[in-house]
């Protein structure tokens, strides 16, 4: 990477990227409109629109130090499918006016403050065309207890980051998308003890 090279590297995007997508790629048809929610630094949502340039994603991110990672890879991987991303925080911002067949949200719920969750289940739930879905991914409880103790010492360390981060407990996130006219749909388990969560919009 040269020194004017702007795009940032997470390294747990190489690990779970073709996972998630394989999660993802049933789900998605032609024409597809997908919002990404805290698109990071941009290398998720590079990945699905290279294996599905069919479907149109629009990213975006709370961070605005992000936003020109993002662009650059877009940029790099020179993709006509993917808009600019914007910036955006689903619990401050207002929702974009579009409507969408998908919205992603990879490894946000934990690392944001708890009152993200209802703001972001609200959102989508507006934002969705009918029948479409919100996907999750990232650690969390079931029925309160950590599935490993590498969970537990992330969430530690999430806490320690900050007290309103944490690995959030699925049974409650299920909830709160039910109040909100999402039912959670699928649960499956992922790499390094994550899961995946699409609750579907009825």
């Known amino acids: 990477m040269n020194t004017h090279d702007l795009r940032r590297y997470a390294p747990a995007t190489a690990r779970n990227r073709d996972a998630i997508l394989e999660v993802l790629q049933p789900e998605l ?41 993002i662009a650059a ?18 619990a401050l911002h207002a929702w974009p006016s579009e409507e969408f067949n998908a919205v992603l949200c990879i490894n946000v719920v934990h690392y944001t403050p708890w009152q993200t969750v209802p703001a972001l289940m609200a959102g989508a739930a507006r ?36 007290p309103r981060f944490g690995v959030r407990n699925l049974e409650d996130v ?12 699928t649960i499956r388990a992922m790499p390094a003890n994550n899961f995946s969560l699409i609750f579907r919009r009825s």
């Open 29 to 69: 048809k032609p024409g597809d409109r997908v919002l990404e929610v805290g698109s990071g630094t941009g290398e998720h949502i590079v990945h699905f629109a290279q294996s599905l340039p069919q479907v149109h994603w629009q990213p975006s991110e709370a961070d605005a130090s992000q936003l020109p990672s």
């Open 73 to 90: 890879w877009i940029q790099h991987a020179r993709l006509p499918n993917v808009a600019e991303p914007r910036h955006f925080d689903a």
């Open 127 to 162: 934002a969705l065309k009918p029948h479409g879905f919100l996907y999750t991914y990232g650690a969390y409880r079931r029925e309160g207890q950590h599935t490993s103790p590498s969970n537990e010492a992330f969430d530690h360390w999430l806490r320690e980051r900050d």
């Open 174 to 185: 299920a909830e709160i998308a039910r109040e909100h006219g999402l039912e959670l749909e």
